[in-house]
């Protein structure tokens, strides 16, 4: 069944502005990654947190992963008009690492 | 450093033709290789991964195949295309491993008409 759901689906919000994105999991993880993706592009990735990391940052973005309640915060701080994009997390599963499940993402739209 | 290629961009094929999409990665060795589909505004639904030359993991039933010929080249196929087959093909390879990264090529717009 598939594993991340991102909430909330749209977020609009003014240039230098915080942007705060959540995904929620079903089932037990290894790890947990987050992608951005530019309309009509491919994924990029952004970062990645293993089940036993709380917090990681990277730049102005930070992801925080609660394993107890199966869900992660993706935070992109003081915002650009060039971070409008939407936003993936996506999960593997602790018996296959191999195999990853998609949410649908959060399209996020920073005015400038 | 790697980089992994995709085409052709765009594809405009009629319903009943068959599909080749090739995929290649460079710069690597023995990568796991995955497709993944995108519907308009959704998100990705995985449709096949291999972890080796000949592997090939099928996860959703439905009228597409893949192989692996080459240790760095997955292609997906079709003998007869449908109308529901058409929206934004992605291809992904990370290296063997439980903690690493999965890296996406630029994709193909399939369009069945």
């Known amino acids: 069944s598939q594993q991340g759901e991102e909430d909330p689906q749209a977020l609009s919000i003014q240039e230098g502005e915080n942007a705060t994105m959540n995904c929620s999991y079903k089932?037990?993880?290894?790890?947990l990654q987050w992608y951005r993706q530019n309309s009509g592009r491919g994924l990029v990735h952004l970062i990645l947190i293993r089940s036993n990391e709380r917090e990681k940052h990277s730049g102005r973005l930070r992801v925080t992963l609660d394993t107890s309640k199966k869900s992660s915060s993706l935070l992109i701080t003081a915002s650009r008009a060039a971070d409008t994009a939407s936003y993936f997390c996506?999960?593997?599963?602790?018996?296959?690492?191999?195999?990853?499940?998609f949410g649908s993402g959060t399209k996020l739209n920073v005015k400038p | 450093s790697q980089t992994i290629h995709q085409w052709p961009a765009t594809l405009v094929q009629p319903v009943g033709s068959p599909l080749s999409l090739e995929c290649t990665v460079e710069?690597?060795?023995?990568?796991?290789l995955y497709w993944y589909r995108q519907a308009a505004g959704r998100g990705l639904q995985l449709l096949f991964y291999?972890?080796?030359?000949?592997?090939i993991s099928s996860e959703v039933p439905q009228n597409l195949s893949a192989s692996r010929p080459q240790d760095r080249q997955f292609i997906l196929s079709s003998k007869k295309l449908l109308l529901s087959d058409s929206g934004f093909y992605l291809c992904?390879?990370?290296?063997?491993?439980?903690?690493?990264?999965?890296?996406f090529g630029p994709g193909t717009r399939l369009t069945v008409t």
């Open positions: 996506a999960t593997d599963q602790k018996h296959n690492f191999n195999k990853f499940y």
């Open positions: 992904a390879w990370k290296t063997s491993g439980i903690s690493s990264e999965q890296y």
């Open positions: 710069g690597t060795s023995n990568p796991n």
């Open positions: 089932t037990s993880i290894n790890n």
């Open positions: 291999s972890v080796g030359i000949g592997q």
